[in-house]
């Protein structure tokens, strides 16, 4: 079982501390890799992270929503540029550090949006992204 990251996300950073074996990586540069990812090759499928998320972004693979029906005020990121995502947003991590994500929506109630493109963006942040990189 693989676990995802979706662009419920902003960045609050409980994931990366409880995590057993740190295969949770923030995305950098924020403008192309607005979440937090992780590394599937490393992940040992313990779910300490999904409780720890107050967004509720985290998701098993095969649990990550194609048809996620909003309650109304949750924000998704997403890559600069990306159409409807015209909003900066500025909060803090768990710890109360400044966090700055450049392009938001916020969803209205009953609004149903698919979050299954995060899987894809994990693996393209390992596989050919910065995370990539960063593993060699």
């Known amino acids: 079982m693989a676990f995802v990251i979706t662009s419920l996300c902003l960045r609050d950073g409980g994931c ?13 540069p924020e403008t192309e890799w607005p979440l937090y990812y992780i590394d599937p090759n ?10 720890e998320c107050p ?4 998701f098993t693979l095969q649990d990550v929503p194609s048809a996620y029906v909003a309650r109304g005020g949750e924000v998704l990121s997403a890559p ?19 966090v700055h994500i450049p392009a938001t929506c916020v969803l ?7 979050l299954t493109p995060a899987i894809q963006a994990n693996r393209d942040f390992f596989e050919k992204g910065p995370g990539y990189e960063a593993l060699l």
Do not use: F, H, R
């Not at 990366?16 to 950098?28: D, E, L, Q, R, Y």
């Not at 490393?42 to 409780?51: N, Q, R």
């Open 16 to 28: 990366m501390a409880v995590c057993p074996v740190s295969c949770i990586v923030p995305g950098k």
């Open 42 to 51: 490393t992940c040992i499928d313990c779910g300490a992270c999904i409780p």
């Open 55 to 58: 967004y509720g972004a985290i």
């Open 80 to 98: 600069v540029g990306t159409p409807g995502y015209n909003q900066p947003l500025d909060t803090t991590t768990y710890e109360g550090d400044p």
């Open 108 to 114: 209205a109630e009953g609004e149903v949006v698919d």
